[in-house]
């Protein structure tokens, strides 16, 4: 014959089991879930310069410029503007560029905004990756050690 506290337990041990295993099917679900067209594990590892510049150009330039570097009908594709023939193909052009801006195509003057020259580099390290087809379209995950 059970005791009361015996099969209270019994009951304790049940209903966490149960708990446990629904919890784990549900975080099976949740992740396969999340393997859909828009979250995409990282393709590619780059250092923190590169991956604070991928951060950079998100908040400041793909709203004109297109994510991951591809242009739209308000700015052009930076892949192809930084490519040997194209019209920015020095780093330093890139910095002139960005830094005074070009107000009569809409491009604001970033360094007049507040921008500093580190975060101008960081922004050219991943557009110049993405120009020389060393970094792939969406977010890289950071290089441990970097």
């Given at each position: 014959m059970?005791?009361?506290t015996s099969t209270m337990t019994r009951r304790m041990v049940l209903g966490a089991?149960?708990?446990f295993g629904l919890c784990?099917?549900?975080g099976s679900v949740q992740a396969q879930e999340l393997r859909d067209q828009w979250h995409q594990a990282p393709r590619d590892t780059v250092s923190q310069e590169v991956y604070d510049g991928w951060k950079q150009f998100n908040l400041n330039c793909a709203r004109c410029h297109g994510e991951d570097v591809q242009g739209?009908?308000?700015a052009p594709h930076l892949i192809l503007s930084l490519k040997p023939d194209g019209p920015i193909n020095t780093k330093q052009l890139f910095i002139q560029t960005v830094c005074a801006g070009r107000p009569p195509k809409g491009m604001p003057s970033w360094c007049a905004l507040g921008m500093e020259l580190p975060t101008i580099d960081k922004i050219?390290?991943?557009?110049?990756g993405r120009s020389d087809a060393k970094i792939a379209a969406g977010r890289p995950a950071v290089k441990p050690g970097t």
């Open positions: 059970r005791t009361p089991a149960l708990v784990a099917v549900a739209t009908t308000i050219y390290s991943y557009v110049k």
